[in-house]
Each structure stands twice: as C-alpha cells, then as structure tokens.
C-alpha cells in the first residue's frame, strides 16, 4: 500500500513539508506562547504526515525540531540549536524532492553556477538566527561563502573584515532604520562595491517600495522560497562583475 | 463494511489515511475540526474513530474524555499520534480510550492494526 501512496502522496508531501518549515521562523520570532505553540504543532503535523508515508528520517529530525520548539523559553543558545534542527529537516525535504536524478541534475546546475559567481561572498543581517542559518545553509549550498549578523552595527563591522560583495538585509529589524544601514553599510565597503538587497516576507510591492526608500540595491521576496533567494544573489554577484 | 471516523487538524494526513482505508474496503468519514466531528457524529454511524491527539483546538484525549463522559459514546477510540509511544500510553491510560496507534510506522502498520481492531469483537482487541 504505501509505494502507492508515496508515488501519489509524495510531491504534496513535500510541498506541505516546506510550507511548515518555512512558517516556524516567524512563530518563534513573535516569541508568544501562542506562536511557538503552532510553529511546533507545524511541525507535529509534518512528523505525522512523514510517518504515515514511511520517511522515518524525516519523522525523527521533525519530532527533535518540535520539541526544541516547546523548550526554547527564549535561550539564544536553544535558538540556534531550533534553527539548526530546521535547517536538517529542510535538507531531509529537499533531499527527498530532489531523488537520485534531480540530485545529480542539481549537482551539475550548482556547479555551473559556482563557477560563474567565483564563490561570491555574502553577508546576512536577519536578527533571527533561525532564518540566517536557513539562508547561510542554502547559500553555502550553492557555492556562495556567508558570514551572519544579526544586527545593524554588527553588519557595519563584518563589512570591513568580510569583505562581502552581496548584503541581504532583513526589512524589519530593531536598532539602525533601513536607510541609514544602507548608507552606512556603503561607508564602510569604502571603495569596493557592494550590492544591497533587502530580503523580507511582506508583499513584493511593498517589499520594492521599501527598497526605493532606503537606497538598497533590490529586494528578494521570502515567499518564492529559498532557491530564488541564490537565484537572486547570483544575478547580482554577475551584475558586480560586469 | 466497517465504518471509521477519522479526526486530524492535517487534511494531508486525512487524504493519505482515507484513499488507504478506503482501499482496504472500509468506509470513512473525516473531520478537522471539533464541528465537523459534532457534525460527522450526527450523520455518520461507525465502528471506529481514530483521534489524533495534538490539534489546534484541543488535545485529542481531551476530546475522547468528554466524547465517553459527556456523550456516552460507547464506540472503540483509538489515539492515532506521531507522538512518543510512552507518552501515548500515559494519554491511553486517563483517557478512557482503547488504546493507540503510532502514526511513525507507516501507513502499512496502521492499517494491519486496524484490521486487527475491528476483527476482534466488539472493536477491542
């Protein structure tokens, strides 16, 4: 029975599987009891919807981030450790996307893509760690070198040290507004240039709106996922090489 | 025909579970949320209800309690949770349930516990 259902089931599976996944962040971010509870019934779900298809694997990382969930009482420390559990469901997810031939397809695509970027370096300022991680992780994946932050004037630092060429920069963080952080963050690059795109999950043309407004570079919706979030930092590292 | 009332908050896990009961013959009424099992209960006669236990609106031996004490439902009610199995016993024992299915074995294995349920007289095994 279930090889059937899997062949019917699995591509809504997955589907199912990364909206959950993505939608954890912002429970845990609103730091309610309300919104960590349904973060976590989120991923409850998604472990009963695995189980029933047989992707054990999936089950136990998904029961391990739920429980990590229901035990964060705030801690920065348990925070990472939540986001890094994410990270390893969504990458048991997508493993299971991807099958033995989109895997080897992704390979091949990666691999071009790496050497047209020359492995550009990005810096992400989100002060959620769970959505660094998430973006570090994909990005990494993809060839890019990531160093995070998680506030504005740490980012004006890792500037200077890290040297990035692409800032993805979170609309709604506390501390610096966002036009000040984008000239700023220019100021500190000095001489070299940077591109700044700012990364959210408001609508698009809000998202560009607020883009115009604070002098960055472009925008990069959150709701396409996180594959359009490489797709677009690959276009602007080859717009910083032309 | 055995007739089986399945109630989960996860449409997703409803399809998966329904298209493979269905399969093996027996017929099933779903619902997601507390109005829909008032209502399922009104229009659907069955055999068996298989609760999940972690839904939004309340925990499903919460609701199995108040279904035997407040409704005198007397039809055989099985947990069905991905939830750890010690825990689930715990949640069997005060619950007045009669017993539990773990959702982390594959839908093979609750389907075997299903045909097992229902031959058994009377629903229990």
């Known amino acids: 029975v279930i090889a059937g259902l899997n062949e019917r089931f699995q591509a809504r599976f997955v589907e199912t599987a990364r909206g959950r996944i993505r939608s954890a962040p912002d429970g845990v971010a609103s730091s309610s009891p309300d919104g960590i509870a349904s973060a976590a019934g989120q991923l409850h779900s998604l472990a009963g919807e695995a189980g029933v298809l047989g992707y054990a694997g999936i089950v136990e990382v998904a029961r391990r981030c739920e429980k990590s969930l229901r035990d964060l009482h705030g801690s920065p420390a348990a925070a990472t450790g939540c986001a890094r559990l994410l990270r390893d469901l969504l990458r048991a997810v997508e493993a299971l996307a991807a099958g033995p031939t989109a895997a080897t397809q992704g390979r091949a695509a990666s691999d071009r893509k790496d050497a047209i970027v020359k492995r550009g370096r990005i810096l992400i300022i989100d002060d959620s760690p769970i959505n660094t991680e998430a973006l570090s992780d994909v990005l990494e994946d993809a060839g890019f070198e990531t160093r995070c932050t998680h506030d504005g004037e740490a980012a004006l630092v890792e500037v200077g040290r890290f040297e990035p060429d692409i800032v993805l920069a979170d609309v709604q963080m506390p501390g610096l507004p966002l036009e000040a952080l984008c000239q700023r963050l220019r100021q500190a690059a000095g001489a070299r240039a940077i591109r700044i795109l700012l990364v959210s999950g408001v609508g698009e043309s809000e998202l560009a709106d607020l883009a115009a407004a604070a002098g960055a570079d472009g925008f990069v919706p959150k709701d396409h996922g996180l594959e359009a979030v490489v797709t677009r930092v690959a276009e602007a590292t080859l717009e910083l090489m032309r | ?125």
Request: aromatic share 6%.
């Open chain 2, 1 to 125: 025909m055995s007739r089986i009332l399945l109630v989960d908050d996860s449409v997703l896990f409803l399809e998966i579970a329904q298209v493979a009961l269905e399969a093996e013959g027996y017929k099933v009424k779903c619902a997601t949320t507390l109005d829909e099992l008032e209502q399922a209960r009104k229009e659907f006669a069955c055999d068996l209800i298989l609760m999940d236990v972690q839904m939004p609106e309340a925990f499903g031996d919460d609701v199995a309690l108040a279904l035997r004490g407040l409704h005198g439902v007397k039809t055989p009610i099985y947990l069905l949770s991905s939830l750890d199995e010690e825990d689930l016993v715990e949640r069997v024992k005060w619950s007045q349930v009669d017993g539990y299915i773990s959702k982390n074995h594959g839908i093979d294995a609750v389907l075997a516990r299903v045909r097992t349920i229902l031959a058994a007289p009377e629903g229990g095994e």
